[in-house]
């Protein structure tokens, strides 16, 4: 329950407007994205992806904080689920290349 709530917390951080603040919570959910259990759990987080997906592709985004949400996509890519969302929000590099090496 409370890994939910801090994952939620995060997740809300990372659509503030305070770019130290955002980079902090991906930083997090970076950390958090080692752990396959908790890939699971940012993945069934309501707009997680795409919100990680929206700051990879921002001109505008901190480039530090843009980075460290696509190591934590990268991370997510080893959970199913999480790589159809991807694709649902635009990021459809993991689900080609899973269809390329016959992994679907």
Not at 28 to 34: A, D, G, I
Not at 58 to 83: F, G, Q
């Amino acid at each position: 329950m409370g890994e939910t709530v801090l994952i939620r917390s995060a997740v809300k951080c990372l659509s503030r407007s305070l770019s130290a603040e955002r980079e902090e919570a991906a930083a997090l959910l970076f950390e958090l994205s080692k752990s396959d259990v908790m890939c699971e759990k940012i993945g069934a987080t309501n707009g997680a992806i795409l919100v990680l997906v929206g700051m990879t592709s921002s001109k505008t985004e901190n480039i530090r904080a843009s980075k460290l949400a696509d190591l934590a996509l990268n991370n997510l890519e080893h959970c199913d689920i999480n790589v159809k969302q991807m694709a649902e929000s635009g990021r459809l590099q993991p689900l080609l290349r899973r269809l390329i090496n016959g992994n679907c």
